[in-house]
């Protein structure tokens, strides 16, 4: 495992500090936002807020560092008042779009040595990634980016620890999910059923469903739809392919069909999400209030 951790690049897409109050809960935010591609830190300061995962409830309170991974389901709410660094990222395998945190069962809750150390870190992090990557063409510089991954590494590493003295025992399994992850990457643009993914990893298809479902807190085609929509939303606000191709290579059947997934997920059209995402985001330093992150 030490050998993974060594080899995956760490891809930065948002950073901030941000105050939250009684609204930030899970029912007033947007269904579109719920659909989280990338591994999230949070990091209180003050304050005080509660994130429901994987069945058990924390208290989001200074002094701790939590780790969500991606497309993990959380319900999150705030009693009065909460001021937080959160980071949004992925931690990429090798030559691979899986996640490190899809591959392991990382501690979700940690104490941390040193709250103005880790608050110099996170402000790094804000300093240069104040806009979601994947919404804009601004792009920091290579060596910020450099700086990027090495402080986001620094903020990790008590996480790799955990990583490494808890999955020694249980790397063939976790390798057998990173092959899994990774045919289901390199297979989105066809169709994908469970007896044919339990194939790729020699399991019993309601052993690896079941599995699954621990491991992400979704099921196994879901975590397959949710991957085609990130992608296609991808394609909408960076290409101009048409609708039409856009469902073919996410292996939709029409693209009817394809635009009612996409809706069902994102709760508006592809053509509306591409007008929406190109119209109607803020230029850097607009002095717009962001929205509140899930």
């Not at 935010?29 to 304050?47: D, H, Q, V």
């Not at 808890?166 to 390199?186: A, C, Q």
Request: aromatic share 10%.
């Amino acid at each position: 495992m030490i050998d993974v951790i060594r080899k995956a690049k760490v891809v930065m897409e948002v950073a901030r500090k941000q105050e939250l109050d009684t609204s930030w809960e899970t029912r007033n935010i947007n269904p579109e936002r719920l659909i989280i591609p990338f591994t999230r830190l949070y990091f209180p300061l003050e304050g005080e807020g509660s994130m429901t995962y994987s069945g058990k409830q924390y208290r989001l309170r200074p002094g701790y560092l939590f780790l969500i991974p991606p497309y993990a389901p959380v319900v999150v709410s705030c009693p009065e008042r909460l001021l937080k660094y959160w980071a949004h990222f992925n931690v990429f395998l090798a030559d691979s779009g899986v996640d490190l945190f899809n591959t392991v069962e990382p501690v979700t809750e940690l104490r941390v040595p040193d709250m103005h150390e880790f608050s110099v870190l996170f402000e790094h992090l804000t300093k240069w990634y104040p806009i979601p990557c994947s919404e804009k063409s601004y792009r920091v510089s290579p060596l910020a980016e450099f700086e990027s991954q090495a402080v986001l590494h620094l903020l990790l590493e008590p996480f790799y620890e955990s990583i490494l003295s808890h999955t020694r025992s249980s790397d063939g399994r976790s390798m057998r999910l990173v092959k899994l992850l990774n045919y289901i990457e390199k297979n989105l643009n066809r169709e994908l059923t469970l007896p044919q993914l339990a194939e790729t990893t020699h399991l019993n298809p309601t052993y690896l469903s079941n599995l699954f479902r621990r491991r992400f807190g979704i099921s196994l085609i879901q975590y397959c739809n949710n991957r085609r929509i990130v992608r296609a939303k991808d394609l909408l606000i960076h290409t101009d392919y048409p609708i039409e191709e856009i469902a073919w290579r996410q292996g939709a059947e029409s693209t009817a069909a394809f635009s009612r997934l996409f809706k069902r997920h994102v709760g508006c059209s592809p053509l509306s999400y591409r007008k929406m995402k190109r119209q109607g985001t803020h230029p850097r330093g607009s002095g717009k209030n962001p929205p509140a992150e899930p």
